[in-house]
């Protein structure tokens, strides 16, 4: 049973590019949420999409925005990239339904933005 | 609103000592807890969760105990070893109208031979 999977596993941009993750779910899991981990600090996080729409969002601005494919897989794309943006990004996935969503995580993408 | 407190790092051990890694939280209603381990250059890993009062979570000899009373969730290994060096995050989940984890800082511990 293949946990989550992220791609790609690290990634260089330059300040003002755009960029785009990728996460599919482990299976039986239809919901994906998004964190960010900066260096040296716990992962904060950034939205959550369920039925192919985002149900909760973090405090993050207008520039981070996603979307989740009838397969449950989802992106995560960040526009106008700052260096401030550089970090590890989890994805998570867990099922929609029942109180205590214990979610999964995947390995990560590590984005370098110069 | 809710938050996660854990002690600062980095906490250095000799192999074979016993380890304790504070966390506490604040939260409405009644969230589950969880302690995840994140190694270098990788995701994080559930070490062990507890989804009510008085529960104890345990996985590959660490232990926490979820205590209401002091809002607690402290992590504990009777002896560790090299291979547990890595971050330990304590995180909550608060299933009254959120769907995020809530994560601390964060806690380094190297464990030396």
């Known amino acids: 049973d293949a946990g989550v999977t992220q791609s790609p596993t690290h990634l260089i941009k330059t300040r003002g590019q755009q960029v785009t993750l990728r996460c599919s779910p482990k299976?039986?899991?239809?919901?994906v949420s998004w964190y960010q981990q900066a260096l040296g600090q716990g992962p904060q996080f950034i939205f959550q999409y369920y039925e192919e729409e985002e149900r909760q969002r973090g405090n993050f601005p207008d520039r981070f925005s996603g979307h989740q494919f009838p397969n449950y897989s989802s992106e995560l794309n960040v526009n106008a990239l700052l260096l401030g943006d550089s970090a590890l990004y989890l994805c998570?996935?867990?099922?929609?339904?029942?109180?205590?969503?214990?979610?999964?995580f995947g390995p990560g993408t590590r984005l370098t933005v110069l | 609103g809710n938050s996660v407190t854990q002690m600062e790092g980095p906490v250095t051990l000799s192999e074979e000592a016993f380890l304790t890694i504070n966390c506490t939280y604040t939260?409405?209603?009644?969230?589950?807890l969880f302690w995840y381990v994140q190694y270098p250059g990788e995701g994080l890993q559930l070490l062990l969760k507890?989804?009510?009062?008085?529960d104890k979570g345990s996985n590959k000899g660490f232990e926490a105990t979820y205590r209401k009373e002091t809002t607690s969730f402290h992590l504990e290994k009777g002896s560790v070893q090299v291979s547990d060096s890595a971050v330990y995050f304590c995180?909550?989940?608060?299933?009254?109208?959120?769907?995020?984890?809530?994560f601390g800082t964060g806690t380094r511990l190297k464990v030396l031979a």
């Open positions: 299976s039986g899991h239809d919901t």
């Open positions: 507890a989804t009510k009062a008085d």
């Open positions: 939260a409405t209603g009644y969230p589950s």
């Open positions: 998570a996935s867990s099922t929609g339904t029942g109180s205590y969503n214990e979610q999964f």
């Open positions: 995180a909550l989940l608060n299933p009254s109208g959120t769907y995020k984890y809530i």
